[in-house]
């Protein structure tokens, strides 16, 4: 297992927490993000997840770096999940370790807004009415023209 990592299967969590783990740690927060039924009123049927892995990877290392840099003492962990996830399914897991429990959370806080921001995943959303591309940088249509 990688400390950062994209994968098909489903995530386990307490993977990540332990490979945190350590003596000096008196605090370990893990954050799963999950596919919810409901978005603003719409049920999705399930998301299909898609990523540039190589880059994905070298990015989620880099927000642990940035965590290190930021918040003293910390070890993190992330993994995301890509291809179709059902309602409840992880899609993210982020484990972070400190020495105390207030730069654990923010340090895991930072690490879901930097994924959102700098890795290139995207989500596509599948309704009972319809479906859309969601993140940061939408897919092109299929069968596109580049101007």
Known sequence: MKAF???TEPIIPQKYADC???????????????????TNGVRTLYLAYEAYIPMAEKKLAEIGDEIQEGWEGTRVAIAHRIGELQIGDIAVVIAVSS??????YEANEYAIERIKEIVPIWK??????GTQWIGHQKKKPEGGVCS
Do not use: C, S
Not at 124 to 129: L, P, V
């Open 99 to 104: 020495p105390h429990r207030k730069a654990a």
């Open 20 to 38: 945190v783990l350590r003596p000096e740690a008196g605090a370990v927060t893990v954050f799963t993000g999950h596919v919810r039924q409901w």
């Open 124 to 129: 596509k959303e599948i309704w009972e009415d």
């Open 5 to 7: 990592e994209i994968v």
